[in-house]
């Protein structure tokens, strides 16, 4: 599926980091794939790059149509394993967010059925073996008080 939308708004954005001109291309380009895997329709993106020590921290936010805003972050030494790391954290959420859209479960008409008549099967045969108690409950707990 690809993206609906030709030029969607993606922002790679860094205030410390120095990202050149191939990671926001890199950054772009991953971003629409799995928009396009997932839904189809970007409406925003954003990556945010910080540096912490001699790690990177990498945030990644994504909006599909009129879904909440999905945020990924991860923390590496490589500035492109911490955005992919981040970007999967995110794709997760989407193909989540997916799953519990689609409708794909069968209906359980017997679950169905018992919810409206207001009785479970269970609870009739448990009435049934309270109605006829053993013979043997009386021997049984003299035993155990002795």
């Known amino acids: 599926m690809k993206p609906d939308s030709t030029e969607p708004n993606i922002l790679v954005q860094s205030s410390a980091v120095d990202l050149g001109d191939i990671f926001p291309e890199y950054a772009k380009t991953n971003i629409n794939q799995v928009a396009g895997k997932y839904f189809g ?4 993106a954003s990556v945010y790059v910080t540096r ?8 990644v936010n994504m909006q ?3 879904l909440k ?3 990924g972050e991860a923390k590496n030494k490589d500035l492109y394993a911490a955005f992919r790391a981040a970007l999967q954290k995110t794709a997760k959420q989407l193909r989540r967010s997916k799953r519990e859209l689609r409708e794909d479960k ?10 409206r ?4 099967p269970r609870r009739t045969q448990r009435r049934s073996e309270e109605a006829a ?3 043997n409950d009386e021997g049984d707990y003299r035993v155990a008080a002795e």
């Open 117 to 120: 008549e207001g009785t479970a």
């Open 106 to 115: 069968a209906a359980r008409t017997d679950k169905d059925m018992l919810l």
């Open 41 to 44: 329709h970007l409406s925003a």
């Open 64 to 66: 599909m149509g009129a």
């Open 69 to 71: 805003m999905m945020t």
């Open 133 to 135: 108690p053993a013979a």
């Open 52 to 59: 912490e020590g001699i790690t990177y921290r990498c945030t």
